[in-house]
C-alpha cells in the first residue's frame, strides 16, 4: 500500500505539473530507482532525516557536524520507527511524523542482512529501553563534536585500552541515549556490529551525519521524499554512498 501523503502530492497537480515535478526530483538523482515509497523499507533500516526548514538548533547540528542530516531513526516495520527525540527519550512513532516535516530522508540497509531473528531481537531490545523511561542525553549530545574528534584522532589507541570489554543488551537498555547513539546500540544488539568490534562503536561518539560516512550501518537503497520536499544535487550520500541499486548481486531480502 503507497502511503496516502505520496498519493494525495501527486493526484493534487495536473497531469503535466506532475511529471515536471517528478522529472524535477529526477535530474538530482543517478540513473537509478532511488525515489523510495513507505512500503520499500524493511525492519532495521537506518532513516536518516534532513529538515526542510531547519530551526536554530538544527542549524547549530549541521554546522557542528558537518551535515546536514540532524536526526536518524530506525524502522521497526508496519509503519513504525523508533527514535530518541528530546526531551523524554526513546520512543516508537508513526513514520508519516518523522516525514512531514522533511526534505528527504536517506534510507540506509545493511549489507549483513536483517533476517533470523534480528527484528525480534530489536524489538525486545527497543520496549527494554521503553520500560527503563530514560530521558534525552542532552549531554551526550551537545559533547558529541569533540567527544568525536577526541575519539577518532586516537581510535587504535581506544580500541587497544577497550579491547574485548562487552556492553550486554541489559547495559545498553539501561542507559539514556540522543538520536544516532540509539542507532548505533540497536546495531550491536542485533549483531550487527559484532561483540570484539564494540570498542570502535561508542554510541556517543556518532551523529546523525556520522553514520552515513560508515558503512557499517547500510549502503544507500534510496530517499523517501514528501510533499513540499525535494533532494538536493549536492546531498552528501549521492556523492560517498554505495547504492545498492548498483549492486544487485548482493540483495539479501
Known amino acids: 500500500m503507497r502511503d496516502k501523503k505520496f498519493d494525495d502530492a501527486a493526484n493534487s497537480a495536473e497531469p503535466e505539473q506532475a511529471q515536471s515535478s517528478h522529472e524535477e526530483n529526477s535530474t538530482m538523482l543517478p540513473d537509478c530507482p532511488l525515489l523510495l515509497q513507505p512500503d520499500d523499507l524493511l525492519p532495521g533500516d537506518t532513516l536518516l532525516y534532513r529538515p526542510r526548514a531547519p530551526t536554530l538548533i538544527q542549524k547549530a547540528i549541521s554546522s557542528a557536524t ?109 542507559q539514556s541515549f540522543f538520536c544516532s547513539a540509539f542507532v548505533v546500540a540497536c546495531y550491536s544488539v542485533v549483531g550487527i556490529i559484532g561483540e570484539t568490534a564494540q570498542a570502535a562503536y561508542q554510541p556517543n561518539s556518532f551523529a546523525p551525519g556520522h553514520l552515513l560516512d560508515d558503512p557499517s550501518f547500510g549502503w544507500l537503497l534510496g530517499y523517501l521524499i514528501p510533499e513540499g520536499g525535494s533532494l538536493p544535487p549536492d546531498d552528501p550520500l549521492l556523492a560517498i554512498a554505495t547504492l545498492w541499486c548498483d549492486n544487485q548481486e548482493a540483495r539479501w531480502w
Open 66 to 174: 558537518d551535515s546536514p542530516y540532524t536526526h536518524v531513526a530506525i524502522f521497526l516495520g508496519n509503519g513504525v520507527v523508533a527514535e530518541s527525540m528530546f526531551p523524554g527519550g526513546v520512543r516508537k512513532g508513526d513514520l508519516r511524523e518523522l516525514l512531514e516535516d522533511s526534505l528527504c530522508i536517506a534510507v540506509l540497509r545493511t549489507q549483513l542482512g536483517f533476517t533470523e531473528d534480528r527484528p525480534d531481537r530489536l524489538l525486545e531490545f527497543v520496549e527494554a529501553v521503553l520500560g527503563n523511561k530514560k530521558f534525552y542525553n542532552a549531554l551526550a549530545a551537545a559533547r558529541v563534536p569533540s567527544r568525536n574528534r577526541d575519539y577518532f584522532d586516537n581510535q587504535i589507541e581506544f580500541v587497544r585500552k577497550n579491547y574485548g570489554k562487552v556492553t550486554s543488551t541489559e547495559e545498553f537498555a539501561k
